[in-house]
């Protein structure tokens, strides 16, 4: 199982490029995050999927969009980047049952916005 | 106040010491609770969950009082390699969890 991947690890893009962050899981869960952490910071969920097919809202949505492609892919967007969305990215997956609820993170991925 | 709360040090530590943190949540309603660990420039993984009785894995004790509502994390006998940021983590129910910003430690040779 390779668990949660993230492409690119490393990205830099001028202000107002657009890109989209990929993330997939091989773990059959339902549930999908995506989170900025800046440095010295704690995480700020932007957007998550409860389930394929849905997506809501964080604490940090604005500037971005989200797309539940199916059960395994949540991508992110940015369509107009700015030196603020400067951060490293977190995706992760989540793993809910009776006895256990865990939620697995990617590696992350490195965003700078000149 | 936020929703989960913790001292973000660093805390400095000798190697063999023991240090311990505290995090206060502050939604009575909230059902489970966890710590992460956080490596520098790495993701966040699970430690361990917290029980209401208290549960031990190792050198690493997890306790939760809910009529205080505060967990705590014990490290006994600290490890160069337990340097990390530990986060502090709760579920108030069918939402997402909810993340403290993390307490930071330092062990040190």
């Known amino acids: 199982n390779a668990g949660v991947t993230q492409t690119p690890k490393f990205q830099v893009l001028k202000t107002g490029q657009s890109m989209t962050l990929q993330c997939a899981q091989d773990m059959n869960h339902n549930s999908m995050y995506w989170y900025r952490q800046d440095p010295g910071m704690g995480l700020r969920l932007i957007y998550y999927?409860?389930?394929?097919?849905?997506?809501d809202k964080g604490e940090v949505p604005n500037g971005y969009n989200v797309s539940r492609l199916n059960k395994r892919e949540f991508s992110l967007r940015l369509e107009s980047a700015a030196p603020s969305q400067t951060s490293v990215y977190f995706c992760a997956s989540r793993e809910i049952r009776y006895y256990t609820d865990t939620q697995y993170f990617g590696p992350g991925t490195r965003l700078t916005v000149l | 106040r936020k929703e989960v709360e913790q001292d973000p040090g660093p805390f400095n530590v000798p190697e063999g010491a023991t240090v311990a943190f505290n995090c206060t949540y502050s939604?009575?309603?909230?059902?489970?609770f966890f710590w992460y660990r956080q490596d520098c420039r790495k993701e966040p993984k699970l430690l361990m969950s917290v029980y209401s009785s208290g549960n031990e894995d190792g050198r690493f004790t997890a306790q939760l009082n809910r009529a205080s509502q505060y967990i705590s994390l014990l490290i006994r006998d600290s490890k160069l390699s337990d340097s990390a940021t530990y986060l502090c983590v709760v579920n108030s129910g069918n939402t997402p969890l909810v993340f403290g910003k993390g307490t930071r430690l330092s062990v040190i040779a």
């Open positions: 939604n009575s309603a909230s059902q489970s």
């Open positions: 999927s409860a389930s394929e097919g849905t997506t």
